[in-house]
């Protein structure tokens, strides 16, 4: 089989429903992760304020917090902190990070089996979303007086993986082409390496999805298996499974 079409060009409604991409600097990119932790957690709250137990909420945010709250932090311990500051500031913000990663563990392990009470889960959740926005609003004042810096870059600026793709292939269907020109093989393959064992996506799109495919074979061979759904001509369906043992 071989590629037929080029992937990452939406048509004009997928182009409508995109995620509107936000500014270069640090700032800019705080916002845009604070924004969607805040819209999981008021589903959540919403849910457990109601009295019953807000399990696909809480995935939603845990997912969130995970993919790309974590990997913030890691973008930027790699491309951020070194040289800027002084050693105090950043050995300051390098342990929030690792409290920050051992409050999100918590949470997930405290609430694995649904134990507790909806009450005690929105109290938790509360408390993690402030410490999340006091941290990024303390890391943007040390890393932006370092060094007479007034403006610091965000990190996708620096090569971090764009934020505007989690909001638009968290679900268990993944349309292509509303993803961002040009990043939507990139995007899908992120995608499909966050599958857990034994779970699986549907990707779709107008053009033909072995890209997607050959890349994610091409990276983790024999770890996932592929299914067409449908193979064209105007639209392609393709079901990919995390095997159990991958």
Do not use: C
Not at 21 to 27: I, P, S
Not at 95 to 121: F, K, M, N
Not at 156 to 174: C, D, K, S
């Amino acid at each position: 089989m071989t590629a037929r079409h080029t992937l990452g060009h939406p048509s004009p409604r997928a182009a409508d429903n995109m995620l509107t991409v936000t500014g270069r600097d640090l700032a800019d990119e705080h916002a845009q992760l604070l924004k969607q932790v805040g819209i999981r957690a008021d589903a959540l709250l919403a849910v457990a304020a109601a009295g019953r137990w807000p399990a696909r909420e809480l995935q939603a945010l845990l997912g969130y917090l995970s993919a790309e709250i974590l990997r913030q932090a890691a973008d930027e311990e790699q491309l951020l902190f070194p040289g800027r500051g002084g050693p105090t500031g950043l050995a300051r913000l390098a342990g929030d990070h690792a409290q920050l990663r051992a409050q999100i563990e918590a949470l997930e392990y405290a609430t694995s089996d649904g134990a507790g009470s909806p009450a005690r889960l929105a109290s938790a959740v509360r408390d993690l979303v402030r410490h999340v926005a006091e941290h990024l609003a303390t890391e943007e004042a040390v890393l932006g007086t370092s060094g007479g810096r007034n403006t610091i870059p965000a990190t996708t600026a620096l090569g971090g993986r764009p934020h505007e793709w989690y909001p638009l292939t968290e679900g268990q269907v993944v349309d292509l082409d509303a993803l961002p020109p040009g990043e939507a093989t990139d995007a899908a393959v992120d995608r499909v390496l966050r599958l857990e064992h034994g779970a699986q996506v549907e990707l779709q799109s107008a053009s033909d999805l072995y890209p997607v495919w050959r890349r994610i074979d091409e990276l983790t061979a024999g770890r996932y298996g592929f299914a067409y759904l449908e193979d064209g001509p105007s639209r392609w369906r393709l079901q990919v499974t995390r095997r159990e043992n991958g």
